[in-house]
């Protein structure tokens, strides 16, 4: 057999058929719904007379609606005061008990953002395909999964069926070797790594990260990583798996048990690409030159290291540069200025890019013992979910985070975007851990910048953005 690259094994273990159009048909290991994008796709099963065609699995929760503080909270999902938000959570739960698909509804211990439930709950595991309605599926390709985000009509699809139809992307394996340095983080390389791709160079890939400096990464890492991959146009990223995959998912609550374990670990050590298999793509990066990053347009591609200062639109070409004039306008920056010099009006910590217990221990070790500066309005600490605010609590990170002047909220997606209450005012400047900075991303005229979560710490004490290496 020809030498194979993890994508290509994990695509081939789950082709159905395929046609000499190149469609193929692909077998769904793991659906994973919340609100936003599933209401159109049972309501499709129910003019339609079908059922699911394997209820388990299929795990639902909802994510982007629901309120993070504890006020609304406590009160349930009669608790939301926006009346769509309200709507679209009830008609989940209206669903999954009307379909018997297994949720953890507002209020379970277990709830929390869809990409990270799934991997902490051993719900998505090294082999799977996985999908969601969602773009930052992606995530879930940090444990060696095929893992990517679909439209409503193909949620429907997946539900009446478990397959899914698909084209084959091509192999991009992106390696990036030698060691990140102290205050650089997994977030600081992806942003790394969409500058020098930009945002179309993985378009019609499945990005295989590797190399010494990823597999010195954590699971949550890996994640991160992962999770932006879409960001840099792909819609797939994905490490393979190694000893930090195994005893990640070893405890995990759905992983496999005693012989099948073992099993299972027989055929996850297979989940790595061939010494020699072929990539249609390779991009090299070198771990020790990358530095603390600051997004600071309108695109995850616009972004910098924190010493460096805002670039000219007359020094490039006429299709960047009228972008650039565009982000200048609707950022209210300009060029020549330092990224230092860039004001934050708000701080957010979370999101399925750098929610995870490693994400607000990194956080908390920049914020331990000072204070939020006075010219920051708000600051924000949203756990991804409620087993990682229980583990942070345990470890006294909220008490940490309070003490400094951030507020500690409830699981859910938060400021990441505006389909909540936490969100951007006009004109604000967010410091934020999130994945996408798009005009209008956080709140109407909000304008969004993406760092690492002890950046956005460090931007917090400061009132500004900051080299956390400073600390």
Known sequence: MAAQTLYDKLWQDHLVEERDDGSALIYVDRQLLHEVTSPQAFEGLKLAG????????????????????????????????????????????????????????????????????????????????????????????????????????????????????????????????????????????????????????????????????????????????????????????????????????????????????????????????????????????????????????????????????????????????????RAYEYMGLRPGMKVSDIPVDRVFIGSCTNSRIEDLRAAAAVIRGRRVAASVKQALVVPGSGQVKRQAEAEGLDAIFTAAGFEWRLPGCSMCLAMNADRLGAGEHCASTSNRNFEGRQGQGGRTHLVSPAMAAAAALAGHFVDVREF
């Open 50 to 325: 079908r059922q699911p065609w394997r209820r388990e699995a299929n795990v639902a929760t909802p994510d982007h609606n629901v309120p993070t503080d504890s006020e609304q909270r406590q009160h349930g999902v009669a608790g939301i005061i926006d009346a769509t938000s309200r709507l679209q959570v009830q008609t989940l739960d209206e669903n999954c008990r009307e379909f018997s698909i297994p949720e953890f509804s507002i209020n379970d211990a277990r709830q929390g953002i869809v990409h990270v439930i799934g991997p902490e709950q051993g719900l998505t595991l090294p082999g799977m395909t996985v999908v969601c309605g969602d773009s930052h599926t992606a995530t879930i390709g940090a444990l060696a999964c095929l893992a990517h985000g679909i439209g409503t009509s193909e949620v429907e699809h997946v539900l009446a069926t478990q397959c899914l139809i698909q084209k084959k992307s091509r192999n991009m394996q992106v390696r990036v070797e030698g060691q990140l340095g102290p205050g650089v983080s997994a977030k600081d390389m992806i942003l790394a790594i969409i500058a020098h791709l930009g945002t179309a160079g993985g378009t019609g890939y499945a990005i295989e990260f590797a190399g010494s400096a990823v597999q010195a990464l954590s699971m949550e890492g890996r994640m991160t990583l992962c999770n932006m991959a879409i960001e840099a146009g792909a819609r797939v990223g994905m490490v393979a798996v190694d000893d930090t995959t195994l005893e990640y998912v070893r405890t995990r609550p759905y992983a496999p048990q005693g012989a099948q374990w073992e099993a299972a670990v027989a055929y996850w050590r297979t989940l790595h690409s061939d010494e020699d298999a072929h990539f249609d793509a390779v991009v090299r990066l070198d771990a020790q030159s990358i530095a603390p990053q600051v997004s600071w347009g309108t695109s995850p591609e616009m972004v910098l290291p924190i010493h460096a200062t805002l670039p000219d639109p007359a020094q490039t070409d006429a299709v960047r540069a009228a972008a650039w004039r």
